[in-house]
Structure formats: C-alpha cells, structure tokens
C-alpha cells in the first residue's frame, strides 16, 4: 500500500471491554513499532517487532496489553479489560530497517481510543 | 534515561517568518534524530532523518542541524507559510547496541496565521 494504515480510527469501548486495534505497515517493512499517545504528549513506545519476532515489549503498561505480528505483516496490538487511562491515541510505525531505526519511521493516522 | 526537551512549547508569528525550533537531548550517544511534523487528529509525518555522523540535513524550506556532543538539534523553517502549523516533534534513538526505543520530545506546537 501507499503507506502504514490503521483501523479503525476511532473506537469506543465501555470499561472492561476488550479491544483490538490494528496496523498494516508499508509492504517490506521489517521493523513495526507501536506508540501511545497521550493528549498534548509525545509518542511513548509500548512495543516492537522485526518480522514476527517481537524484540521488545518493556513500554507494555500491564499484562492487558498484548500485541503480535504472526506472519511479519500485519500487527495486532489487544488491550483486555480496558480501563479509563488506557483512552490515548494508539500510533503504529513501520520502517524498512533491521535496526529499527536504521531508516525513516512511517506512521499511520492511529487508533484513538476512548474508554468511558 | 534519555530526557528529550523541545523549546518553544508553542509559538506563534505571522506568515513570511523564518522559525527555529530548538530539541535537545541529555545523552549524547544518539543514532540517528528525527523530525516529524503531526497535523491535529492525524499521525506524525517524517520531516528529516540525521544521522548521528551528520551535521544537517535540508529538504525544501527545511533545514535541520544536529550537534551531537552539546544535545541539540534545530529545526530551521524558512518564510513560514499558514500551511506549517502544525505541531514538530523531535525524536532520538539510541546507539547503545541491542536498544531500538527512540525517545520522543513533547514537540513545538506552531500556529502560522496570515
């Protein structure tokens, strides 16, 4: 595709609800990382995968989130049980690198959330 | 921990402007710094990519510096039009070997008007 896409836009969820949010990076794109965004705040990282491998998952906020990538394409990010602080914007980024960041990061539109 | 600090928080001038925007970054041993620009309710669009053996980088009105050993890069806007408002935000990822997380600044709100 032209570029990363995300869906969907925008979502909903009662407290408690289980969500999943999803990311399609650019074709050929190695690494994918996922980012939370808070209002008026920068991207804080959650997790990151080369291919299907995910190589870090420290900026997981609890064991409810959980993501995967099983065929190195498309990216799944699952948050269980959601909670009011989980309402942010939820960023995907690919790149071509191995490295990570050896090459430009492309972002999608993200996934806001809102938990009520 | 890497803290990344973007000066101004906001600003605001009139269209025809020449803007700096200032990022900098408490640990020096960096990879590479990137700038993006995000549109309100949309993703980060990538500006520039430096890397950490670089001093500058341009494309079109956009000029980005970097001086690695003091922490700082600058993002140049030349005769700034209404379309550049937006918000900048910076980003630098680590060179210490295995650590892919790049750390983002809270980014330079921008408001050109006419």
């Known amino acids: 595709g032209a570029g990363v896409s995300q869906s969907p836009r925008y979502k909903v969820a009662k407290r408690g609800q289980d969500v999943a949010l999803r990311c399609d990076p650019i074709?050929?794109?190695?690494?994918l990382f996922w980012y939370q965004q808070a209002l008026g705040q920068g991207p804080e990282f959650l997790t990151y995968f080369q291919n299907e491998a995910q190589l870090d998952k420290s900026g997981l906020p609890s064991d409810r989130f959980f993501a995967e990538r099983p065929e190195g394409s498309v990216s799944t990010l699952k948050i269980q049980r959601t909670q009011q602080e989980d309402s942010a914007v939820y960023l995907c980024?690919?790149?071509?690198?191995?490295?990570?960041?050896?090459?430009?990061?492309?972002f999608g539109p993200g996934t806001r959330l809102t938990v009520l | 921990k890497q803290e990344v600090t973007q000066i101004p928080a906001a600003l605001s001038v009139p269209e025809g402007e020449n803007l700096v925007l200032n990022c900098s970054f408490t640990d020096s041993a960096i990879y590479n710094l990137q700038w993006f620009r995000q549109d309100p309710g949309k993703g980060l669009t990538s500006l520039l990519l430096i890397q950490s053996s670089q001093r500058e980088q341009t494309s079109g009105r956009l000029n980005a510096s970097l001086d690695k050993s003091s922490g700082r890069s600058t993002l140049y806007i030349a005769a700034s039009q209404p379309g550049d408002s937006a918000t900048y935000l910076c980003a630098v990822s680590p060179a210490s070997g295995g650590s892919y997380i790049p750390t983002f600044g809270r980014g330079t709100s921008l408001i050109v008007h006419p």
């Open positions: 980024a690919s790149s071509l690198g191995s490295r990570g960041l050896s090459d430009e990061q492309f």
């Open positions: 074709s050929g794109h190695v690494s």
